[in-house]
């Protein structure tokens, strides 16, 4: 039993003062939700503005030896493949660490902030990860753990409003902009991004000015705090994997429906393919196909589906065609979501499936995903 006492981020005591129901999370004491609770609080960021604690993440800055930006950009590429020597200064990129049988290791994102690369990790995995680059990468690279910092996320369809407000350059900001802004004459790192489906930002803040900042955006009549349990139902809707549940060191690219983050100058032909862990049956998987992928799934009736719940091809549960990773019910939609690996064969949208729960097998949809359309501005 691990006896290790719960980690608190810079806004623990802001959580308490708002009366948040706190549970541990990957190490951390997190608020789960707030005296409005999770339905009010899931609304909320999909009709006006949320904001989340996001500070138990792993930060990190990735300077270059040689201070050539390209050179940490190849150092990069060697554990991740995506396309970061294209990616241009003040822009960001979605990402994932994958391992020599093609598995992910983790997913990130990543930001070119002109002399260095800005980066935020899960927090379950984050010591994992920064271990991983320095073993491999401390040759071309410097890593700067950066401890001192918050992260918080605002989201929703009056974000942009609820911060301008404090900082008015952020209107000229697009889908996956980065940039440093001043908030209360603090300087802070805001990325136009966010795992909710709505337009919104994250916001890294230096650790003693995070409470100061945090409490000024949450005093707009538009903004709400939101827990856990509200970010975990807006990224089930947007169709957004979770680390741990729907992507893991087991999972492939290709079978995660992931194709998209790996760019074709990565890919087989492409001027840098390969070379990162897993290559050769990532890159084949993305040409001829995974035998499994992961999909949406629309239960019938009102009854959520839980993760681990086993799929089957037929109501008689005689043949096992996969399992659901998330699950859950959608307050946007109203009903129950979830998401899932099954065989190929049963991929397509329509194709009717069954969920063993609690020795009853219960029929769903195979659905695309995500169960929301994102409103991100481009």
């Not at 020599?100 to 260095?116: S, T």
């Not at 489906?197 to 230096?206: A, N, Q, V």
């Not at 992931?258 to 862990?277: D, H, N, S, T, Y």
Request: aromatic share 6%; with cysteine; glycine share 10%.
């Amino acid at each position: 039993m691990d006896d290790q006492p719960l980690l608190k981020t810079p806004l623990h005591a802001l959580h308490l003062s708002l009366g948040a129901r706190m549970v541990p999370f990957a190490g951390y004491d997190m608020p789960v939700q707030y005296p409005l609770g999770v339905m009010k609080e899931h609304l909320a960021a999909r009709s006006d503005c949320g904001l989340f604690d996001v500070s138990h993440m792993g930060q990190v800055a990735i300077r270059p030896r040689s201070g050539r930006m390209e050179d940490a950009a190849l150092a990069l590429e060697s554990l991740i493949p995506v396309d970061i020597v294209g990616l241009k200064p003040g822009r960001q990129r979605y990402g994932f660490f994958t391992n020599d049988d093609g598995g992910i290791l983790d997913d990130l994102m990543v930001a070119n902030r002109g002399d260095h690369y800005y980066m935020v990790v899960n927090a379950a995995c984050k010591e994992d990860d920064f271990r991983h680059m320095a073993e491999r990468l401390s040759d071309r690279c410097t890593f700067e753990i950066l401890l001192d910092r918050a992260l918080v996320a605002l989201q929703g369809p009056h974000a942009e409003q609820v911060l301008a407000e404090f900082c008015p350059e952020v209107t000229g900001m697009k889908f996956m902009d980065v940039e440093v802004d001043d908030l209360h004459d603090i300087d802070c790192i805001i990325t136009r991004s966010g795992y909710s489906g709505e337009d919104g930002f994250e916001i890294s803040i230096p650790a003693d000015h995070a409470e100061l900042v945090v409490r000024r955006l949450l005093d707009h009549p538009d903004c709400q705090p939101v827990g856990l349990g509200a970010r975990d139902s807006l990224r089930l809707e947007a169709g957004l994997c979770l680390y741990g549940n729907d992507i893991d060191t087991t999972t492939t690219p290709a079978e995660a429906a992931l194709e998209w983050a790996i760019q074709k100058v990565r890919r087989w032909g492409g001027a840098r393919a390969g070379g990162f862990p897993g290559a050769d049956r990532i890159l084949d998987e993305l040409e001829q196909g995974a035998t499994r992928r992961r999909v949406g799934l629309r239960p019938d009736g009102k009854a959520p589906v839980r993760a681990h719940a086993p799929l089957y091809g037929d109501e008689g549960g005689t043949v096992r065609i996969g399992e659901v990773t998330s699950g859950g019910f959608g307050p946007t939609v109203d009903g129950p979501v979830a998401m899932g690996y099954v065989s190929i064969g049963k991929a397509a949208p329509g194709t009717r499936v069954f969920a063993e729960v609690r020795g009853k097998f219960l029929p769903a949809t195979v659905t695309e995903l995500p169960f929301v359309a994102p409103r991100f501005k481009r």
